[in-house]
T-cell receptor, first 110, second 110 residues
Framework: SQTIHQWPATLVQPVGSPLSLECTVE??????LYWYRQAAGRGLQLLFY??????ISSEVPQNLSASRPQDRQFILSSKKLLLSDSGFYLC?????????FGQGTRLTVV | SQKIEQNSEALNIQEGKTATLTCNYT??????LQWYRQDPGRGPVFLLL?????KEKRKERLKVTFDTTLKQSLFHITASQPADSATYLC?????????FGTGTSLTVIP
């Protein structure tokens, strides 16, 4: 069966520090992968999606970037975090018409 | 722009009653809509999908309707239970992306 792993679960980082969040999917190949951010009390904002290795589409301009170095690995990065980058980050993959989410990373920038 | 909107106000209902949540869309005609459940601190979990040619879809105590004339989907939970308390999200998909509404928080009062 397919599973999605996302880590870490929580992260506290100082302003200006770098960020790397990793997401991996097991049990499938060539999945569509997604990074979402959810601010407190807000909806899910699509940040990036990828339909294949090295193929990244950005939905909104921001302080973040994404990479897909391997078929089932999706990485969210930042060189210098801002306070506004705080939020709940979710990785997801697509199976047919359904999205399957990881458990999320709660990022607090202090 | 294409929008998908949910009533952002929280919904409180008595246990045993039917909860009805609304999802409206504008400026496009989705081929299908989806509903997800999100518990605090967790990623959304897929519940149901309804296609534009389906008036109604059921799964146990859940029922989803799709009215293309009103541009609206309704999500019903019958015989609600405190365990149904969560945030419910509707979503639309394009060929590659998923876009989510802001969600409606449901609290079922014992």
């Amino acid at each position: 069966s397919q599973t999605i792993h996302q880590w870490p679960a929580t992260l506290v980082q100082p302003v200006g520090s770098p960020l790397s969040l990793e997401c991996t999917v097991e049990g499938t190949s060539n999945p569509n992968l997604y990074w979402y951010r959810q601010a407190a009390g807000r909806g899910l904002q699509l940040l990036f999606y990828s339909v294949g290795i090295g193929q990244i589409s950005s939905e909104v301009p921001q302080n973040l970037s994404a990479s897909r170095p391997q078929d089932r690995q999706f990485i969210l990065s930042s060189k210098k975090l801002l306070l506004s980058d705080s939020g709940f980050y979710l990785c997801a993959w697509r199976w047919g018409a359904e999205a399957f989410f990881g458990q999320g990373t709660r990022l607090t920038v202090v | 722009s294409q929008k998908i909107e949910q009533n952002s106000e929280a919904l409180n209902i008595q246990e045993g009653k039917t909860a009805t949540l609304t999802c409206n869309y504008t400026n496009y005609s989705p081929a299908y809509l989806q509903w997800y459940r999100q518990d605090p601190g967790r990623g959304p979990v897929f519940l149901l999908l309804i296609r534009e040619n389906e008036k109604e879809k059921r799964k146990e105590r859940l029922k989803v309707t799709f009215d293309t004339t009103l541009k609206q989907s309704l999500f019903h939970i019958t015989a609600s239970q405190p365990a149904d308390s969560a945030t419910y999200l509707c979503a639309r998909t394009t060929s590659n992306q998923f876009y989510f509404g802001t969600g409606t928080s449901l609290t079922v009062i014992p």
